[in-house]
């Protein structure tokens, strides 16, 4: 792996354990910022598998469009995209006045997040 794509991989465990930290806060967890991380990690873990796989990532948050360079860089990726959606929504929405994350919604995004992130980094280390 090399170091541009380890650097990805780092921001991602960052992402992941603020998420985590979040989540778990007490008394007053953010549980728009756990949708927001729990997104965020995914994007790092994504982008930097591509850039393992020899590609340059695009400027998007968009995890479906992720998805759809991973799947054309590693056949052997697969995910179903309601996942990629719920991350990719849930970051968007509530990131802005108007919606907030209640603690279902923060621990559906944290769930997706676990999924993924276990996959991707598997892959992350196999190359």
Not at 3 to 19: I, N, P, Q, R, S
Not at 79 to 89: Q, S, V
Request: proline fraction near 6%; aromatic fraction near 8%.
């Amino acid at each position: 792996m090399n170091d541009v794509a380890e650097e990805w991989l780092e921001k991602a465990e960052a992402d992941f354990g603020t998420a985590q930290r979040e989540f778990a806060a007490k008394p007053s967890p953010n549980y728009d910022a756990v949708c927001f991380h729990a997104q965020q990690c995914i994007e790092k873990l994504m982008k930097g598998l591509l850039i393992n796989l020899g590609n340059v990532p695009p400027r998007t948050h968009d995890l479906a469009t992720l998805n759809d360079l991973l799947s054309t860089s590693n056949p052997s990726w697969t995910w179903p995209p309601e996942d990629l959606r719920l991350l990719t929504r849930a970051a968007v929405t509530f990131r802005y006045p108007g919606e907030s994350a209640e603690r279902e919604e923060a621990q559906a995004a944290l769930d997706a997040c676990i999924r993924l992130r276990l996959r991707l980094r598997e892959l992350n280390t196999d190359g």
